[in-house]
Every structure is written in structure tokens, then in C-alpha cells.
Nanobody, 125 residues
Framework: QVQLVESGGGLVQTGGSLRLSCAAS????????MGWFRQAPGKEREFVAF????????YYTDSVKGRFTISRDNAKNTVYLQMNSLKPEDTAVYYC??????????????????WGQGTQVTVSS
């Protein structure tokens, strides 16, 4: 089992920045790929970014490329999502998730076994 707890959400104006954190406990954090997803009101949960375990290769959905950065600190069992140049359309509940190493399609929420409770991000116009 892996327990995930997100923090760092809040209210920010357009163009502002936030850094989300996801603290993991339980089984070895460094043995999982990590991802961030988000869900806006009335919409389905969507992929935002992932970072692989060993080589730390990252990938982003097109709408956040150049603005968001995912990173991980295995010593602290924490994954981060630095969000810059925020837009109102980034408003959503953001979730971190952990996927077993055998999973390849890390853009699909079904690849992830463990989820945090989510943190609200609201960007005002």
C-alpha cells in the first residue's frame, strides 16, 4: 500500500504560480512512477503530467507544456508539480497518483493503483 497526501493548492490570480506537493508513505515510493491528474467541475479526470521512476523522464499534456514542471525527491518521498503562468482553465482538483513499474501507459488513469485525496486549485480571472 502507498498513501498519498497532496498539499499546496489554493486561490491564485491569472498568471500566478503554485507548487503542489504529494507526500507518500507506505511501500517504497521510489519504486513507482508518479503522475498528476486534475478534474474540473462537470468534467472527467484528465492527465496532467508523469515522471518515471528510474530515468525520471517526464511527459505533459499539451495544455500545460512550458508552464508546469513535475519533479520528484525520492529521499523525501515527495513528488511536486510547479505550476506557472496559471490560467482560469487550470482550475480543478489536482490529484497525485502512483503507478507500478510494469505499467507503460502512464497517461491513462487506469495505470495508477494509488491516489491521493486531491487539492483544490482555483485561478481567478
Amino acid at each position: 500500500q502507498v498513501q498519498l497526501v497532496e498539499s499546496g493548492g489554493g486561490l491564485v490570480q491569472t498568471g500566478g504560480s503554485l507548487r503542489l506537493s504529494c507526500a507518500a508513505s507506505g511501500r517504497t515510493f521510489s519504486s513507482y512512477h508518479m503522475g498528476w491528474f486534475r478534474q474540473a467541475p462537470g468534467k472527467e479526470r484528465e492527465f496532467v503530467a508523469f515522471i518515471r521512476w528510474r530515468d525520471e523522464v517526464t511527459y505533459y499534456t499539451d495544455s500545460v507544456k512550458g508552464r508546469f514542471t513535475i519533479s520528484r525527491d525520492n529521499a523525501k518521498n515527495t513528488v511536486y508539480l510547479q505550476m506557472n503562468s496559471l490560467k482560469p482553465e487550470d482550475t480543478a482538483v489536482y490529484y497525485c497518483a502512483a503507478a507500478p513499474l510494469a505499467k507503460a501507459n502512464l497517461g491513462n488513469s487506469r495505470s495508477y493503483d494509488y491516489w491521493g485525496q486531491g487539492t483544490q486549485v482555483t485561478v481567478s480571472s
